[in-house]
């Protein structure tokens, strides 16, 4: 869509914070409005995440006001739960997603997830803005559907007013601890330095349009460059699942270009580079159809920004979190095959130079290289001395088992949102290798700083 010259598109955004802050429910928020109301106003559920075109934007924005100007043709928000969404989402080091919202409960503040979450955003140096949810809890809260939170709050009793200063005023103060400036979006006077609160209700809406209008109007105004569209494709995979009838397949996320079906694509695989051709284009069916099961629509060609799910053949062994390439007609296939693999061989090869130190394993490239830069941090300074992507197998306790000789500490394997076989954690347990798993990277550390402060006893 060309409007003012400038061909944007879709800024892409994921949703972080503590558990049970209301992740989930901010997305349904965003996606169920006008389903409700029986019209879908054009809202499609991608493969893990929900497009909302300008138009949807525009209609639940009306109340707000603002003469609504939207430059880009929607909003793409990444579903993926928790934090693995924003680790997946990284890509070289950055971000996939141009902006991320934090969530933030008001009745609890910041809590150690909120501060992890702060942490990998300074970290992938991404944007973001600070939805502080369920306002509907505050005693008294008089509830105004889907209403622009300004126009909510102004019509709430003063006792109601009054605690949620006070709650406000506290979790500013918890934010400036960690370093950051925050304040109301609609008093923020430094936007850019200081960071933007959204007052949100997922359960009655309040603020939602305020949070669908600030994230799509902030990132058109700050972002013009890197949402300028083009026609290089720039994609990368999400995932990697097998699916009844189409084999193994591949979610990715296209940020800029077009894909059609039939195209040739190069993927990095666990090995060696994977070419192959893209036999189906698929999205699922449009949100009044979800619950049509393991039906997904195909598509000639798909342009970005989009999540979307790929079938070809030769996808078993690909790795998630590298970019995907498609191969032109003048293009060498083998150049497009050595950068395919080069993300990942960078990754692959920052294991520490003594030789020693844990195993670690992770799902994704991203999720891995994240886990890499906070073991690296001076605060933490765990050495790695191996690295691999996928579940825990035998081969990787066998690996890690090696390194009991040379210190029992580093006979550990580090294994970040990733399952461990039944018979790797066996063999684990005769051999006196440690297996810790988690879902929250600081978690690992926890566990294995204990382990090692009951060696030294
Ligand atoms: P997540 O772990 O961050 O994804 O949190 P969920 O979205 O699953 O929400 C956790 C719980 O909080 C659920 O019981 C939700 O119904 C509830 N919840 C989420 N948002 C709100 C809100 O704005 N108001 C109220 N009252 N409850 C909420
Ligand atoms: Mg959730």
């Not at 500490?409 to 580090?414: A, D, K, N, P, V």
Request: aromatic residues 6%; hydrophobic residues 40%; charged residues 25%.
């Amino acid at each position: 869509s060309v409007q003012n010259g400038q061909d944007l598109r879709s800024p892409i955004c994921c949703i972080m914070g503590h558990v049970d802050a209301g992740k989930t429910k901010i997305l349904d928020c965003i996606r169920g409005t006008n389903v409700q109301e029986g019209e879908a106003g054009g809202i499609t559920q991608q493969i893990g995440a929900t497009y909302l075109p300008a138009e949807n934007i525009r209609e639940r924005t009306k109340g707000l006001k603002a003469d609504a100007k939207l430059n880009v043709p929607g909003l793409l928000v990444i579903d993926t739960p928790g934090h693995e969404s924003f680790t997946k989402l990284r890509s070289r080091g950055s971000g996939l997603c141009d902006i991320a919202v934090l969530v933030v409960d008001i009745m609890h503040g910041l809590e150690p997830q909120t501060i992890e979450s702060l942490n990998l955003l300074k970290m992938g140096n991404t944007d973001f803005v600070i939805a502080l949810n369920k306002v509907d809890r505050l005693y008294g809260w008089k509830t105004f559907r889907n209403a622009p939170i300004g126009k909510a709050i102004r019509q709430q009793s003063k006792d109601v007013m009054s605690e949620f200063n006070r709650r406000l005023t506290e979790i500013i103060t918890q934010f400036k601890e960690q370093g950051l400036n925050t304040e109301l979006y609609y008093k923020n006077k430094e936007m850019g330095e200081t960071y933007n609160i959204v007052p949100t209700s997922a359960i009655s809406g309040e603020g939602i349009p305020d949070l669908l209008l600030l994230l799509v109007q902030w990132t058109q105004k700050t972002m013009i460059t890197r949402l300028t569209y083009s026609e290089k494709v720039q994609c990368t995979v999400l995932d990697i699942k097998a699916i009844e009838g189409h084999g193994t397949t591949i979610d990715v996320v296209l940020v800029n270009g077009v894909l059609h079906e039939g195209d040739q694509i190069v993927v990095c695989g666990m090995q060696e580079p994977i070419v192959t051709s893209i036999r189906a284009l698929l999205t699922p069916h449009p949100m009044r159809e979800l619950r049509v099961k393991g039906t997904y629509l195909p598509h000639k060609e798909i342009k970005a920004a989009q999540c979307i799910k790929i079938a070809a053949q030769e996808l078993e062994h690909a790795i998630a979190g590298a970019s995907l390439y498609v191969v032109g007609p003048n293009d060498d296939i083998e150049a497009i095959k050595k950068s395919t693999v080069e993300y990942k061989n960078s990754v692959m090869s920052r294991i520490h130079k003594s030789g020693k130190g844990v195993y670690v394993q992770a799902s994704t490239l991203g999720s891995l290289e994240a886990l890499l830069d906070f073991l690296e941090t001076p605060a933490v300074n765990i050495p790695v001395s191996s690295i691999s992507i996928g579940p825990v197998h035998i081969k990787d306790v066998k690996k890690a088992s090696a390194m009991l000789d040379k210190k029992k500490e580093y006979g550990t394997i580090l294994a970040f949102d990733v399952k461990v076989t039944p018979e790797a954690r066996k063999l684990a347990d005769e051999n006196g290798v440690k297996i810790f798993t988690a879902d929250i990277i600081y978690h690992l550390f926890d566990q294995f700083k204990a382990y090692i402060d009951n060696l030294k006893e």
